[in-house]
């Protein structure tokens, strides 16, 4: 399967998305003008993941700012997380950092079958 | 060139430590936001503070760059808009003015009165109701950032409407973020 791995800049995140290495993992900051488009290949590649994931699929969420928009694109990609059997999310979030703490809370809280643990850092 | 002087006497007197005034686009949102991070980090703010302002700057600024209006004269240019930060001893004051068509008001109105009503809780719960059910728009905003900007201010919203034209409104919104840890 293709690898997405995206460099961050100061408006989008770092990405890896790379089956065979069991790497799942967007840092960093997300602001993006349009969020929409800049997600669209990760919503699309996990589309096609979810065809044939791993037995286990560990995503980690590493973000240290994310805007509106992007909040909601990034419960898209929970939500398809949510369909895939053997699927995780770590959320990450800076130790002082309780607004980024709840937000993954929240996020769990509008999925239904997916694990989510907690790590600051 | 008076003006020159009068203009600076009331940026110190309103202690504004950042005012733009004119078009608003991606580009200038980032070097707006890179500017006001650096002068936090001069003054070495506290990390939450800093995030907390950044999060309501980002959300204003993206919030002008797709809805303030252009105006009809072209001596206005294009969407001209104004955003200006004020630092205090307790406080940072983030501030936006843009025109909107005169037909948006009593709607926007509506929603900021509307934020302004609810509690932290009630703002988590139209927050997820939101995130949850609402479709991007046309313009790729998600409805949340009026929300999320009372979230991390943890007060009320403050703005105002002023008559520009027949046609539209000038929109001043001002956001307050505590620099006391609560």
């Not at chain 1, 969420?61 to 694109?73: C, I, P, Q």
């Not at chain 2, 506290?46 to 252009?70: G, P």
């Not at chain 2, 005169?102 to 995130?131: C, M, T, W």
Request: aromatic share 10%.
């Amino acid at each position: 399967m293709e690898i997405i791995n995206l460099e961050g800049t100061e408006d989008t995140p770092k990405i890896i998305l790379d089956k065979d290495k069991a790497l799942f993992e967007i840092s960093g900051r997300s602001l993006p003008e349009d969020a929409a488009e800049f997600y669209a290949p990760i919503l699309e590649w996990l589309d096609k993941y979810k065809t044939a994931p791993n037995v286990e699929t560990n995503f980690s969420f590493k973000l240290e700012y994310f805007n509106t928009a992007s909040s909601k694109l990034i419960l898209d990609i929970l939500s398809k997380l949510d369909n895939i059997s053997g699927a995780r999310v770590t959320w990450y979030y800076h130790e002082d950092d309780e607004d980024m703490e709840e937000a993954g809370e929240e996020f769990s809280e509008l999925v239904e079958n997916l694990p989510f643990e907690f790590k600051s850092y | 060139m008076k003006y020159i002087y009068d203009l600076h006497r009331i940026m110190l007197r309103q202690n504004l430590i950042l005012v733009y005034e004119g078009e608003f686009t991606q580009e200038i949102t980032k070097s707006v936001l890179a500017m006001a991070e650096r002068n936090m980090d001069a003054f070495g703010e506290e990390a939450s503070i800093k995030r907390k302002v950044f999060n309501v700057m980002v959300e204003c600024l993206q919030n002008i760059c797709k809805h303030a209006e252009s105006y009809d004269t072209e001596s206005y240019g294009k969407n001209s808009a104004i955003f200006m930060i004020g630092k205090h001893n307790n406080e940072y004051i983030i501030t936006s003015g843009n025109a909107v068509p005169k037909d948006r008001v009593k709607d926007l109105s509506a929603r900021l009165a509307h934020i302004n009503s609810l509690d932290k809780e009630g703002l988590k719960e139209l927050y997820k109701e939101i995130i949850k059910n609402g479709e991007l728009s046309a313009k790729g905003g998600a409805g949340l950032g009026f929300i999320d900007m009372a979230r991390k201010s943890g007060q009320k919203l403050r703005y105002d409407f002023e008559p520009i034209n027949d046609a539209l409104s000038f929109f001043s919104l001002r956001t307050t973020i505590s620099r006391t840890n609560s």
